[in-house]
C-alpha cells in the first residue's frame, strides 16, 4: 500500500502558565493558547486499526499540559521551543508545528504568538 501521512491537529489547547519578564507576570499564571501539528506515516495503524502502529496524541497532550502547567517561562520563544520538543519526540515524526497564542499580551491586539517548526528533512 501507498504511504499515508497523517496530521494530528491539536486545537486550541487552553491553559495557564507563569509567563513573561514583567513583575505582574511573574507572579500571576497567565492564560496561553497552544496550537501543534504532528505529521508522521500512518500506513501501518491504517492496515492494522492497532492503536501501538498510531501515535497516541492523548500521552502527546498530556505532555504537553504537565510541561506549561508546572513551569515558569521568561520567554514566548522557550515555551514554544519546549513544546515543540515533545511535539516531535517519537522518531516516527517527519514535521511538527507549535504556535502559542498570549492574549491579551499587547493593549490592542487580541493575541500575541509565536510559531516554531521542525522538519525531519532538514535535519539531515
Not at 491539536?10 to 491553559?15: A, D, F, G, P, Y
Not at 517527519?94 to 498570549?102: L, P, Q, R
Request: charge should be neutral; glycine fraction near 0%.
Amino acid at each position: 500500500m501507498d504511504p499515508q501521512i497523517a496530521i494530528i491537529r491539536i486545537k486550541n489547547l487552553r491553559l495557564r502558565t507563569y509567563i513573561g519578564i514583567k513583575d505582574d507576570e511573574i507572579n500571576n499564571k497567565q492564560d496561553v493558547t497552544i496550537n501543534a501539528q504532528i505529521h508522521y506515516c500512518a500506513s501501518k495503524a491504517r492496515d492494522s486499526d492497532n492503536m501501538d502502529d498510531a501515535l497516541n496524541y492523548r500521552t502527546i497532550t498530556k505532555k504537553i499540559i504537565a510541561l506549561v502547567e508546572n513551569n515558569r517561562f521568561s520567554l514566548l520563544e522557550h515555551l514554544t521551543d519546549q513544546v515543540l520538543q515533545i511535539t516531535k519526540e517519537h522518531p516516527w515524526v517527519d514535521f511538527a508545528s507549535v504556535e502559542i497564542d498570549k492574549p491579551h499580551a499587547l493593549r490592542f491586539a487580541d493575541s500575541v504568538s509565536l510559531q516554531l517548526c521542525y522538519d525531519k528533512k532538514q535535519q539531515s
